[in-house]
């Protein structure tokens, strides 16, 4: 994990309240490694970008516009 720091671009962490595979404990520590990096949770498990592919793309197409302006 503490290869994390080393990233210097926008980041966007989506993880789900209920990943047992990386729990949000997990993605939250990853957050305070990137710098500027933006940590969303979903009611999921591992598999957000299946289980709640609407609000996953939501957040996906927020934040690439958020880095486009």
Known sequence: MSDL???N???LLI???Y???TPPVE???MKTLI???RYE???TAHVSNIEAYES???LLLAFFDSVNT
Do not use: A, F, H, W
């Open 9 to 11: 671009v926008p980041t």
């Open 15 to 17: 993880g789900g309240r």
């Open 35 to 37: 710098s500027g990096s």
């Open 56 to 58: 996953y793309n939501e």
């Open 5 to 7: 720091s080393s990233i």
């Open 27 to 29: 993605m939250r520590k």
């Open 41 to 43: 949770e979903l009611s």
């Open 19 to 21: 990943d047992v595979g």
